[in-house]
């Protein structure tokens, strides 16, 4: 598949999930989707589904609120994250895990919920031609409790499956950061689907 016919399908795929919420043209928003494009649910079910091995970090930690959705292509840049992580038991699970770099890459997938007791996990991952699909679902209870979650799951991604990666049902706040010059800016936080390219992480 050619990239402008990947990036043609994952608008597709981006515009019907997250109901044009990261849409940098608010005039497409306005457009019904054309005629046989696919959501990303109807993407999801299309494909077939994937066994990636999960490494063992604990699910839930109040320091995953300073982690972003990634992909992690090399040891330099594993060795990067983990110098700012706060999590020891993220930053030991982590370390310990052999990863072979030049053949796969390491997918963190991030979630932030405003109560934890709202069940989180992810459903089996699948694959629909050069897009691998990681779908976040959650279940609410009646009552819900007022603590925040922050979440984050980690998989180890072989680089022949997929060029692309896009996490589905996500969401993460924005927050403030600040340059080296002392600056503040605003992250924009992802909601629903975010792309990230395979081929680039290295």
């Known amino acids: ?3 402008t016919n990947f990036r043609s399908r994952f608008a597709a795929i981006a515009l019907a999930a997250a109901g044009c919420a990261l849409s940098a043209a608010p005039a497409a928003c306005q457009a019904p989707p054309g005629e046989g494009e696919l959501s990303a649910s109807e993407r999801f079910e ?19 609120q300073h982690l972003d ?13 983990l110098d700012g992580a706060r999590d020891r038991d993220f930053v030991d699970a982590l370390s ?8 796969s890459a390491l997918l963190l997938v991030r979630h932030t919920e405003g109560s934890g007791s709202v069940r989180v996990w992810v459903e089996t991952p ?4 050069e897009l691998l699909i990681v ?6 209870p009646e009552l819900l409790t007022a ?10 991604v072989p680089r022949r499956l997929a060029s ?3 996490v589905v049902g996500s969401r993460t706040p924005a927050k403030e950061v600040f340059d080296d010059d002392g600056r503040r800016r605003i992250e924009r936080s992802h909601n629903r689907v975010i792309e990230l390219n395979l081929e680039a992480a290295r």
């Open 46 to 64: 299309a494909g077939y589904g994937v066994m990636l091995t999960r490494l063992p970090i604990p699910h839930r930690a109040s320091g995953y």
């Open 96 to 103: 310990a895990a052999r990863i072979d770099f030049d053949r």
């Open 69 to 81: 959705t990634q992909v992690v292509g090399s040891r330099t840049a594993l060795n990067k994250l």
């Open 126 to 129: 699948r694959v629909d031609g």
């Open 147 to 156: 603590d925040m979650a922050y979440y984050c799951f980690a998989y180890v």
């Open 135 to 140: 779908k976040v679902s959650q279940q609410a």
């Open 164 to 166: 692309h990666v896009a």
């Open 1 to 3: 598949m050619s990239l």
